[in-house]
């Protein structure tokens, strides 16, 4: 066991901290203290952190795009190099499975993000660049300053605060990024680090390019999201800190993207579950249990039409969650959050229909639960009935009529994701048109006959949502290029000289490829 | 003298305010009180609008985008027709002169924006769809619920919150508009009003599509802002009131769009001014004593490398300035605040070179202000020294040396504007290429050899920049179609059946010229 704590990164050096302070991660399936030490940075060391990335901006703004492809590239491709041992430490920080999930799922999915955002941070289509010839007025999205980045626990790579989607959008958009990495697998963290440090060198970007601490106080890091050097910050993760980082951002007027917490309604008509009730209940039994329930996006509220055959549906989802393996959850603090929230919606006026206790599995874990709860009583208590119980659980709505089921549909908080269920052969068309447009405008992404999770790297995606499933509904943290977006700012240029006009604004399309809006119509012509 | 209060206009009906509080315009080149009387709305009256036009929005989805088309032309056309009275009451009102500025460009610069808007509405451009055809997944930005629009006082036209520019994006972005007038030209913006809401009886838009209250407690306004039927709000005004809804608005995560303050930094160059400092200086007084000075785009703090020249350039501002016309204010308030901000300048270690004091012309007025500071004292004093003097004031820099500019320019808060004059041989390159780094990431417009007033409303233009010019640096009020996507959610699709996605995202193209981009090439065809 060492004493040493490890190494963090600032200004293009590893180097120790000058803290005493430090945390361990855990092996969530031994309940054991891993033995690392990981210091917890005081606000000297996030400030240098702060001045250095600085200087990094001034550095990025004089390079090429095609640069910051270069060094996302050679990321992703030296993860790959190192997938064994980075899946190794991850699947002992986080006990997600190594198969089917991270190594041949999320490893994959993350060095696909990187290089996405690399091919976008080459095209330059993110920018949508804006010329008015004639008055010559030009204007394109162009990169904002450093970008704190708190990742969550539940991706320890994907949405890592290093080398996940907002690294990756942050840097294509031409930004530095101070990673702050979640504590829950700080070590997986600290290997991703050091090949984006190593990557960084090879393709030499400004030192201070990727930094990374391990952990700050709670008052630091919101004098950090607040610092008149940041240019924004994404976070995502649980809704009190969230909100606590929020509220220091928006004072000082620093962008800040969230992603805070979301129970994804699914709507399952009539027709469906006479159609095919078993198919949906093994869909949703899948969707939920998977990766223990620990997604953003996992479906935390089913809503149906109080009937025989709906509550013979809960019976079968019953059966089949009592028969599924009960995962290992990502710590101890998971556990306990989890069953803290399934006791606050009994105590809302939920009913337990399985699980609710501790154990069932190996390390920390809960029974797979599935609750149950009237729509006059979800109704009577609709905030706190709205608690995200994250993990292997579940709440189940039975509304006594298509009034009541507008209803509920009409007090839901903002989500990422709504599903709705419906007969294939247009049985519940009628139906479907009714209470659609409530859901749909309290998400980010409606989905028809399919469950929430599995969000597609896309351009088409929104991973995003009203709030408090994010800060604001217009970005999304998935799907490249609009989430680089996120990380910049609207720069226009008028009557700006030719030459002292960035490239992607001159007469001549810098690529020949470029696509470029020249009096609203797009082209990839030169001027 | 009416001693009943004017009617406000909620739900599709003008009628009583149930208040029996009230305020009254002024005519400020008279400085006397103008006879209407408008009511100040309790928070009933508010919650009543708020619920009107969340139905109108349940309305207004079901509507086409040629609808709202239609209704915004025809407003356009009712405003020309009425063009006269309209301009009188807002002269009246503002004291700002009919011509050359309301009834030849303010007035036809409104209507201009508003078909433009329509033409925005009818095309679709500004929804930038997003199609994966090959996993179904399709996305699009949407119109996200009623908004509230706080216009301000000087531009009671082009950005009244009825009929100007926010109010142009909102409906075109399909969201009904609550309205809350400036308190200084009420009349005016109900002039506007009237005609907005016979052009939407006559389009047959849902009645609460346009609504007017005249004045609310501030409570109440942060009531309104942070309500939960409330999709966004537009504000443009005061700082302190504006950062009281933004605090408001930001705490229940309700997307809010503002105009603060900004005091669009001019640095002239030595070459420039060797080159052509009458000319410059002529730019200058224009740009700086046009409506009195009451532009967001007024160069309020010019940047000059201190020399014999610069100062020599200083003294011919400074009889430019005396021997120009004074203008009347918008109002008493606006004087004082002027006078106020003066104080505050000079007791934060600058010197007033001409003007400082009342008077001068007719009514509420001051005499036209140069204030001079050197850079070591601008330094000391960085904060203080930014504060606008909203009027016919700007404070001159004197820097010691290119390195103190610099660090100058380091200082500024951010702005909407910043330009950089330079000699047009290209003697000042190196100079220019040092300094406009620092500037152009403070601003949302760099301008080269050009004032900032004058924001042309055209698809490049950004009237925003970083906080706390505005709330948020990715957003332009002035634009179209990029002002719109204020005013709406990112909304995905996600295996949604065919026929009930939106008609922009299915896969024949609605209108046969609609842009969308598949697979990130930009195309007008059908899939």
Redesign the interface.
């Known amino acids: 066991m060492s004493e040493k704590l490890e190494p963090i990164l600032i200004g293009g050096v590893w180097r120790d901290s000058c803290s005493g302070a430090y945390f361990q991660a855990s092996d969530p399936k031994a309940k054991q203290k891993l033995p690392a030490r990981y210091p917890v940075s005081p606000w000297l060391e996030v400030e240098e952190a702060l001045r250095a990335a600085r200087r990094a901006f ?1 550095g990025l ?1 004089g390079l090429s795009s095609e640069r910051r492809a270069q060094f996302l590239e050679r990321l992703a491709d030296r993860i790959e190099a190192r997938r064994v041992e980075i899946v190794e430490l991850a699947q002992r920080e986080t006990a997600l499975p190594r198969e089917p999930r991270l190594n041949t799922a999320e490893l994959p999915r993350t060095t696909s993000q990187i290089r996405q955002a690399a091919a976008a941070a080459r ?1 330059g ?1 993110w920018t949508l660049p ?3 010839a004639k ?1 010559n ?3 394109m ?1 162009r990169p ?2 450093p970008v704190c980045v708190f990742g969550p626990n539940n991706f320890p790579l994907a949405f890592n605060s290093v080398a996940g989607g907002d690294f990756a959008a942050a840097i294509a958009a031409g930004n530095p990024v101070l990673a702050k990495a979640n504590t829950s697998h700080p070590g997986t963290t600290r290997l991703l680090a050091e090949e984006a440090f190593r990557a960084s060198e090879e393709t030499e970007m400004p030192p201070a390019s990727v930094q990374l601490l391990y952990r700050t106080s709670h008052e630091d890091g919101k004098r950090m999201v607040s610092h008149a050097l940041v240019g924004a910050t994404a976070y995502t993760g649980s809704r009190p800190a969230g909100l606590a980082l ?2 220091a951002a ?6 800040i993207y969230l992603e805070l917490s979301s129970i994804n309604p699914v709507v399952v008509l009539p027709g469906a579950l006479e159609e095919r009730a078993d198919a949906i209940a093994g869909e949703f039994q899948a969707s939920c249990l998977m990766g223990t329930g620990q997604f953003c996006t996992n479906p935390g509220l089913v809503l149906l039409l109080d009937s025989a055959p709906a509550r013979q549906w809960i019976d079968t989802v019953k059966a089949r969650f009592e028969a599924a393996q009960v995962g290992t959850l990502l710590g101890e603090g998971v556990q306990n959050a989890l069953l803290q929230s399934i006791q606050a919606l009994e105590q809302a006026g939920a009913e337990v229909v399985t699980g609710g206790q501790a154990g069932g599995g190996e390390g920390y874990c809960v029974h797979n639960t599935v609750l149950r709860v009237s729509g006059s009583k979800f109704l009577a208590n609709a905030e706190a009935l709205q608690q995200e119980a994250f993990g292997n659980a579940s709440l189940f709505v039975l509304a006594e009529s298509v009034a009541q089921l507008q209803e509920i549909l009409s007090h839901l908080e ?1 989500n990422l ?1 709504g599903c709705v269920y419906s007969h294939r052969g247009g049985r519940d068309e009628a139906l ?1 048109r009714t209470v ?2 409530l859901l ?2 309290r998400v ?7 469950m929430p999770t599995g969000v ?1 790297v ?5 991973h ?5 499933a994010t ?6 943290a998935v ?1 490249i ?2 989430s680089l ?2 990380f ?10 030719h030459d ?1 006009l960035p490239l992607e604004l001159q007469n001549k399309n810098p690529t020949g490829r470029l ?1 470029r ?1 020249v ?4 082209t990839q012509r030169d001027l």
């Open positions: 001034d703004c095209e289509f804006t010329i008015d008055n007025v030009r204007s999205y904002l300053g929020k509220e928006d004072r000082a007027g620093k962008p903002g994701t479907y659609t447009p749909q405008e980010g992404r409606l989905l028809n006959d399919k597609l896309t351009p088409a995606m929104n995003g949502g009203p709030f408090p800060g604001h509904p217009g970005f999304t799907g290029p609009a977006r996120r910049a700012m609207l720069q226009c240029f008028d009557n700006v000289r002292r696509w809006s009096d609203e119509e797009w």
